[in-house]
């Protein structure tokens, strides 16, 4: 699938999440709203693992290059997105884990983990468990 299509259909299952009233709640803050929304900014993040490229400095050149014109006027600093997607990795795991539980377990699978490794820490995405 063409990158631009996968952020496309990355970015409408985060706007169905982020629209779940307890995820709202999450999402709300006083002052300024955001110059990038946080659904932009949390399909961008989860774009990121499609792309193979894990130094933050590369991910926000390729984004700049590529995708600005998905984001007309709103792309913010390297720094402030980063910064941004930290505090946002408790909803970045929540929305992983409620498509990990719509995605049907295939038979020989069942006891399996689907683990992500990052540098020298690897960590469990989601579970199958036999019926």
């Not at 659904?39 to 499609?50: G, I, T």
């Not at 980063?82 to 069942?110: D, E, G, M």
């Amino acid at each position: 699938m063409e990158r631009e299509l996968l952020l496309i259909a990355i970015y409408c299952m985060v706007e169905d999440f982020c629209a779940q009233p307890e995820v709202a709640c999450q999402l709300r803050r006083s002052g300024r709203k955001p110059k990038l929304p946080d659904v932009s900014l949390l399909s961008l993040a989860l774009l990121q693992e499609f792309t193979g490229i894990h130094d933050e400095d590369d991910y926000w050149s390729y984004i700049c290059k590529e995708f600005s014109s998905y984001f007309p006027g709103q792309l913010i600093d390297r720094t402030q997105y980063n910064r941004r997607k930290k505090n946002l990795s408790a909803l970045v795991n929540q929305f992983r884990a409620q498509v990990a539980q719509k995605l049907p377990i295939p038979a020989p699978y069942t006891g399996y983990h689907v683990i992500d490794a990052v540098g020298t820490t690897a960590i469990t995405v989601t579970k199958f468990f036999g019926s």
